[in-house]
């Protein structure tokens, strides 16, 4: 999944994927983005619509990674 994530974003396309829940979605779409915004000295934005995904991102169960100058710390 994150590496059909990369590819889209690097060739600029769209992408649906559908998968259960705890398969890991959300870090198959951030770690790609990061690793492109590194790659190419951009920001990325990840914005959720759900209450649930949006706690996710503020701390309650959040993935244990952040980017620092390119680095996962």
Do not use: C
């Not at 790659?39 to 995904?53: F, G, M, R, S, W």
């Amino acid at each position: 999944m994150a590496a059909a994530v990369y590819n889209a974003i690097t060739e600029k396309k769209h992408l649906i994927v559908e998968a259960g829940t705890g398969v890991g979605k959300s870090l198959a779409y951030l770690l790609p983005s990061a690793l492109w915004a590194v790659q190419n000295k951009k920001k990325v934005v990840a914005a959720t619509y759900t209450k649930a995904l949006q706690g996710k991102r503020r701390g309650k169960r959040q993935e244990p990674f952040a980017l620092d100058d390119g680095k996962i710390i």
